[in-house]
C-alpha cells in the first residue's frame, strides 16, 4: 500500500529550525527556496528574538539548481554574520542543494575560525521528517560544539532534560518547565537548552552533567545514546510522560532510584503532592463520575508522546479504558515494538492496542467503525474535529496541528498538568447535558 | 505577450512581465526606468526566507470547494494544506457552506528521489479519488519532484483516461521564481486549463477575485442594485461556478497582483471585459472601480445614484478625521497592488508616505500596461521613496530606524510585528477589504487614529526587547546587499 500523507501530522526534517529557534540566541541559515521557512513555522509563539522571516536564507532560484549555490551560500553565511546579533548560527539544508549536490559542509567548514560558531545539519525534506530533523539537530550541536569534559568537572545532580519537539509539541515549553520544576523539587539540577534564559550557557553544561534524562517514547534515544557515547554520560529513558499525581510519583520514583538519591525526600514531596492533587480531584470527582454525556473509552491521536502519556494517565489516574490508540507521527519501524510495549503496562492488567499509521484516512474509518458504548472521548489533532461531528464525540486539540485555542506557557507534565488536562476535556464535555 | 492556455507550465513573472524584487529610489525614477526598459531587478547577496509560490498558488487553489489538491513532495511542502485546511473550513463556516476540500501529501523519501515515484504519484491521485470523489483534482510539483524531474504531465494525461473530473498538472517549484505572486498566476492557469468552458450564453454574473470574500453581503447587495451577482474566487467557489466564468459580464479584482493573469486571460480568450482601474480602495477608488463595473454593465445611472447616496452618509464623516489624521507620516510594506493603492488612500486621507516597500514590482500587466495604481500616483500624488523587497525584513527595519514614521503598515504576516518591536505603532492591513469603499474607509481612518492614539503596547514591548540585528547594520545603507 503505498504510503499517502492524508491529514498531514508532521513536517519535513527542515522543520528542525523550529528547534533552533527554541534556542535563545541561536539562528538557523537556511540554504534552501525561500518559502521553506514560511511554510515550516508554527502560526503561534514564532515572533520571539528571532523570527522566520529573520532567519537569513540563499532563496535557491533555477541558476542555483543548474550552477550550484555555494556561492550564496558563502555569502548568506558571511553577511548573516555582521547583520545579525546571534550567538550560534546553524546551517540547514533545503531538498535543492541536497539533489544538486552542494558540499555544504565545505562552506560552512570555512568559518571554523569566525567570531561566532557556525554549525551545519543537513536536513533536506526527503531524508525524514522534524521528528528525525529534531534529532539531527542536536546531534550536530552535539558533534560540532561540545567536547567531552574531564571526570572532575562532571557535576553531581546536574541532569539533562530532553523531551519532545519544539514547535511541534504545542506545549513544549510549559512542560520542559515543569519536568524543571519535579526535579529541582527532589534535589536534582535541571539542565535545559530551550527557552527563556537557557541557551548557549546551559548547551555548554551538557558535557557536565551526571546523566541524561529522556521523557519520550522514542525522539532523542539516538541523541543520549550519542552522548553516552560521546561525553561518558549515562541516560535514564522514561518513555512515558508524566501526566497526573499516578505517573508523575512513578516517575519521581525511578529518577530518584537511578540517580540514587535519599528516597525520603521523594517520598515526602510526592505524598504532599499527591495531597494537593486529590484536593481537587476529590471536589470535582462528582463532575468525572455524575456526567451523563461521557462514557468510558477514548481514543488518542497524537504521536508517540501524547497518545502514550494521555492513556496512561486516564487509565492509572481516572479509571477509564482505552479503546484503539493512534500513533501518528511516522515512528522509525525499529521503535515501533518498545513503543507497542509501553501500551500494555497499564493498572489491572489492562492493554491498549497501539496502531502506527500516517493516513488520516483510515485512521478516521476506524474510528467510526469503533463502538466506544456511548460518546467517545478523542484527543487529537485539528484533522480530528471534522471526525467528531461525525462520530458526536469529545474533542481536545492536544496535537498537532493544533488550532482554534492558544498556548502560551500551558502544560500538562506532573499533577498540575494533569488538573489542566481534566479542565480541557471537561470543559468541552459540560457543552452538553445528554 | 499573450497568455498560452494550450501549454500546462507558464513563465515565470520576472520573464513574462519584466517584475524584479530588488530595487531602490524613488516612485518617478522606477517609472522612469520600468518606462525606457532600464529597470533591471538587483539579486542580493544577503536575504531573509520570504515567501514560496507554492504556497500562493496551491492555498487558492485548496479554497475552492471539494476538490483535491496532491501535493507531490517532501512532507514539509504539503504543510501548506494543513494551513489552509482551517482557513477553508472557518471561511466556510461563516458563509454557511460546506468545504470539503482536501489537501494530500505523497511525503516524498529519499528513494523517491533516487528511483523516481511517478506510479506511486498516479496511485495516489487514484486513492484521493476513490476516497473522496473530488469535483476537481491539482496535481503539484515541489522542488523535490521537480529538479528529479518526475513528469507530472504524463502522469495526469494517463489519469484523465480514467478519471471523469477535470484534472490539472501545476508546475509550481519553489525555486522557479522569488515572486510568489506567480503562485497566483499557476493558480489561474490551472483553473483555465481544466475548469473553464467557453461560453454557451451570458450570465449577470461579475467574476469576483478575492482571497477571503469577507465583504460578500455588502458587495452582493451593492450588486444587486446593478442587477448583476457577484462570484466570488477562489475560496468557497464551486466547481461549477468555475466552469462558467467565461460567461461573466465582467472580471474585477481587488487586488491587480492576484486578479491580473485571470482577468486578462479570460478578457483575450472569451471577450469578458477585465476592469482595469485602481482598486476599490478609498473613496476615489471605489468610484473610479464602482463607475468602470457601471459602464461595462450599462448601469452608468444606478451607479452614480448609489454613490450620491452613499457619498451623503460617508463623506462628511471622512472629512471630519481628515482633519485629525492631516500629517500623519507613514511607511508602508506590502505587496505591490496594496502599496501604491493603499499610498494612494493614505494620502486621499491627508497622510504622508515617506516610503512605500513593494515585495515586488511588476512594470507592466499581462497586456503590457502599468499597473493602473502606479500610473494613478504618477499623475495624481507627490513622488516618495520606494524601494522593492521580497519581504527583506532587515531592509524594512533599516527603513524605520532611518525615517522614523508615525505609523507602518503592512499586510503580510510577521511584518507589522517587528515595527512595533522598534518602537513604531503598526497596522496590519490584513484582510483586503479592510479599507473597502466608503465605510472600509471611514472605518480605516478610525483605526488609524487608534492605533496611533495609544501606543501602550509597542512602548511596553520595545522598552524590554533586544532587536534581531547588530548597529553596523542599522549605520548601514538600505540597499547595502542589493547587487546592482
Known amino acids: 500500500m503505498t504510503k499517502i500523507l492524508d491529514k498531514q501530522r508532521y513536517k519535513c526534517a527542515m522543520s528542525a529550525m523550529s528547534t533552533v529557534q527554541a534556542i535563545e540566541r541561536a539562528i538557523p541559515i537556511l540554504h534552501s527556496g525561500p518559502g521553506c521557512a514560511q511554510k515550516l513555522s508554527n502560526s503561534a509563539g514564532s515572533s520571539g528574538f528571532f523570527s522566520p522571516n529573520i532567519f537569513p536564507c540563499t532563496s535557491i532560484n533555477e541558476r542555483d539548481v543548474v550552477f550550484g549555490g555555494e556561492e550564496k551560500l558563502q555569502s548568506t553565511i558571511e553577511n548573516a554574520l555582521k547583520v545579525i546579533d546571534a550567538d550560534l548560527y546553524v546551517v540547514l539544508t533545503g531538498c535543492t542543494p541536497e539533489i544538486v549536490g552542494d558540499d555544504v559542509e565545505e562552506v560552512v567548514g570555512g568559518f571554523k575560525n569566525s567570531k561566532k560558531p557556525v554549525i551545519f545539519t543537513s536536513t533536506p525534506g526527503f531524508k525524514g521528517n522534524n521528528y528525525k ?8 550541536i552535539v558533534d560540532q560544539l561540545l567536547e567531552p569534559v574531564a571526570e572532575n568537572e562532571k557535576e553531581k545532580g546536574l541532569v539533562n532534560i530532553w523531551a519532545d519537539v519544539p514547535y511541534q509539541d504545542e506545549f513544549w515549553l510549559g512542560n520542559l518547565r515543569a519536568l524543571e520544576a519535579l526535579l529541582s523539587a527532589i534535589g536534582l539540577t535541571p539542565n535545559t537548552i530551550f527557552g527563556h534564559r537557557r541557551g548557549l550557557e546551559n548547551i555548554h553544561r551538557i558535557p557536565k552533567a551526571e546523566f541524561n534524562l529522556l521523557v519520550s517514547p522514542w525522539v532523542g534515544l539516538e541523541n543520549v545514546k550519542h552522548m553516552q557515547e560521546k561525553f561518558g554520560t549515562p541516560y535514564l529513558h522514561w518513555p512515558t510522560l508524566p501526566i497526573g499525581a499516578f505517573e508523575t510519583s512513578k516517575f519521581l520514583r525511578a529518577v530518584v532510584e537511578f540517580a540514587h538519591l535519599d528516597t525520603k525526600k521523594v517520598e515526602a514531596f510526592i505524598k504532599e503532592r499527591e495531597a494537593y492533587y486529590y484536593y481537587y480531584i476529590e471536589r470535582f470527582a462528582d463532575i468525572f463520575l455524575e456526567t451523563r454525556a461521557m462514557s468510558k473509552r477514548f481514543s488518542v491521536v497524537a504521536d508517540a508522546q501524547y497518545a502514550l502519556g494521555i492513556t496512561k494517565f486516564l487509565v492509572n489516574d481516572l479509571g477509564r479504558f482505552p479503546a484503539k490508540q493512534y500513533i501518528v507521527d511516522d515512528t522509525p519501524k525499529e521503535y515501533q515494538a518498545a513503543v507497542k510495549g509501553y501500551f ?31 460518546y467517545p472521548l478523542i484527543l487529537g489533532s485539528y484533522w480530528e474535529k471534522e471526525l467528531v461531528q461525525q462520530t458526536n464525540a469529545h474533542f481536545v486539540n492536544v496535537s498537532w496541528p493544533v ?6 506557557n500551558g502544560y500538562y507534565v506532573g499533577y498540575d498538568g494533569g488538573l489542566r488536562l481534566l479542565e480541557d476535556i471537561y470543559s468541552v464535555v459540560r457543552t452538553r447535558f445528554n | 505577450m499573450a497568455i498560452q492556455l494550450n501549454i500546462s507550465d507558464i513563465g515565470t513573472r520576472e520573464n513574462r512581465l519584466g517584475s524584479i524584487t530588488g530595487y531602490s529610489g524613488d516612485l518617478k525614477d522606477l517609472a522612469e526606468k520600468s518606462r525606457c526598459g532600464t529597470l533591471r531587478g538587483c539579486a542580493r547577496c544577503f536575504s531573509q526566507s520570504s515567501t514560496c509560490l507554492s504556497a500562493c498558488g496551491l492555498s487558492q487553489l485548496s479554497g475552492i470547494r471539494d476538490v483535491a489538491v496532491i501535493h507531490h513532495g517532501p512532507s514539509g511542502c504539503s504543510t501548506t494544506g494543513t494551513n489552509s485546511y482551517r482557513v477553508t473550513k472557518q471561511v466556510a463556516k461563516k458563509r454557511g457552506v460546506v468545504n ?57 494525461d494517463e489519469l484523465k483516461k480514467e478519471i471523469d473530473v477535470p484534472i490539472a498538472a501545476v508546475h509550481c517549484e519553489g525555486f522557479k521564481s522569488r515572486i510568489w505572486a506567480t503562485g497566483f498566476d499557476i493558480s489561474d492557469h490551472a483553473v483555465l486549463t481544466s475548469i473553464v468552458k467557453p461560453p454557451e450564453k451570458k450570465r449577470n454574473t461579475i467574476n469576483f477575485k478575492n482571497f477571503y470574500e469577507s465583504a460578500r453581503p455588502e458587495i452582493t447587495k451593492i450588486f444587486a442594485e446593478f442587477g448583476v451577482v457577484p462570484v466570488f474566487l477562489y475560496a468557497n467557489a464551486t466547481v461549477e461556478e468555475l466552469s462558467h466564468l467565461s460567461e461573466a459580464q465582467a472580471t474585477v479584482c481587488i487586488c491587480g497582483t492576484l486578479g491580473n493573469y485571470l482577468g486578462n486571460a479570460l478578457e483575450q480568450e472569451y471577450s469578458v471585459p477585465y476592469v482595469r482601474t485602481i482598486n476599490p480602495l478609498g473613496v476615489k477608488g471605489f468610484e473610479t472601480w464602482l463607475r468602470a463595473i457601471g459602464h461595462v454593465i450599462d448601469k452608468n445611472d444606478e451607479v452614480e445614484a448609489y454613490i450620491e447616496r452613499e457619498r451623503a452618509l460617508y463623506l462628511p464623516q471622512i472629512e471630519k478625521l481628515k482633519k485629525e489624521l492631516k500629517g500623519i507620516r507613514c511607511v508602508i510594506g506590502m505587496g505591490p497592488g496594496y502599496t501604491f493603492e493603499v499610498s494612494r488612500v493614505l494620502h486621499e486621507l491627508g497622510m504622508e508616505v515617506v516610503w512605500g516597500a513593494a515585495w515586488h514590482y511588476d512594470k507592466q500587466y499581462e497586456n503590457g500596461e502599468v499597473p493602473p495604481s502606479m500610473d494613478y500616483l504618477l499623475k495624481n500624488d507627490p513622488n516618495f521613496k520606494v524601494s522593492v523587497a521580497d519581504q527583506q525584513n532587515f531592509e524594512i527595519l533599516n527603513i524605520l530606524n532611518k525615517y522614523k514614521p508615525d505609523l507602518y503598515l503592512s499586510r503580510h504576516p510577521g511584518s507589522t510585528v517587528w515595527a512595533i518591536k522598534q518602537g513604531f505603532p503598526a497596522l496590519y492591513v490584513a484582510d483586503e477589504y479592510m479599507i473597502f469603499g466608503y465605510k472600509g474607509t471611514l472605518d480605516f481612518a478610525n483605526t488609524v487614529l487608534d492605533t496611533i492614539r495609544n501606543r501602550s503596547f509597542e512602548r511596553n514591548l520595545a522598552e524590554r526587547v533586544k532587536l534581531p540585528y547588530t548597529k553596523w547594520w542599522y549605520d548601514q545603507p538600505i540597499n547595502k546587499f542589493q547587487e546592482k
Open chain 1, 403 to 408: 488550532n482554534e485555542r492558544l498556548v502560551m
Open chain 1, 133 to 140: 530533523g529534531h534529532e539531527w539537530v542536536i546531534d550536530a
Open chain 1, 344 to 374: 500494555k503496562d497499564l493498572n489491572y492488567g489492562i492493554e491498549a492496542e497501539a496502531i502506527f499509521g500516517v493516513d488520516g484516512w483510515e485512521i478516521h474509518e476506524d474510528i467510526k467503525k469503533t463502538d466506544y458504548n456511548g
Open chain 2, 100 to 156: 470539503n476540500t482536501v489537501y494530500i501529501g505523497t511525503d516524498m523519501d529519499e528513494n523517491d528521489t533516487i528511483f523516481g515515484s511517478e506510479e506511486k504519484l498516479a496511485d495516489i491521485v487514484r486513492t484521493t479519488y476513490q476516497r473522496y470523489h473530488p469535483k476537481a483534482i491539482f496535481v503539484a510539483s515541489s522542488c523535490a519532484s521537480g529538479v528529479i524531474g518526475e513528469d507530472i504531465d504524463s502522469i495526469v
